[in-house]
């Protein structure tokens, strides 16, 4: 690797970026922009489309499992649906960074199956 050292290869890339743009004509920074836009728009309905697939694919990997009794669809419909903590009673959120009232999916670890919808500090109570 030419840059072992962060600093430098940060330092680099950094001047490279500036030796780039400064080539890049208008129209072509315009064409940039406007691309950007469309993706970042395509992006985020996208990902509201595949919140089930996305949720359904984080059980699976940490195994949890479908039984006689509910399927993995039917379970991602209880789990939108519910707005209160199983346990303690609380208002659920769903935040991307993990917070004491962030929605949960508890499992039992040994059988891996489904138990209940909790906050996350019920959750890590729970084990």
């Known amino acids: 690797m030419p840059y072992k050292d962060p600093e430098k290869r940060k330092e680099y890339m ?12 208008d129209e072509e920074k ?14 985020t309905i996208d990902r509201t489309k595949y919140h089930k697939y996305d949720t359904i694919y984080n059980w699976k990997k940490r195994d949890v499992i479908e039984t ?8 991602y419909e209880w789990y939108v649906k519910t707005n209160y903590c199983e346990n303690c009673k609380i208002i659920l959120t769903n935040d991307k960074k993990r917070k004491s009232s962030t929605k949960c999916l508890h499992h039992n ?10 906050c996350h500090s019920c959750n890590i109570r729970l084990g």
């Open 30 to 43: 315009k064409q940039k922009s406007e691309y950007q836009k469309e993706y970042r728009k395509s992006y």
């Open 14 to 25: 950094k001047n490279y970026q500036r030796k780039v743009r400064k080539n890049e004509t």
């Open 68 to 75: 006689w009794y509910y399927n993995y669809d039917q379970l």
């Open 109 to 118: 670890h040994e059988t891996k199956e489904f138990e209940m919808i909790v």
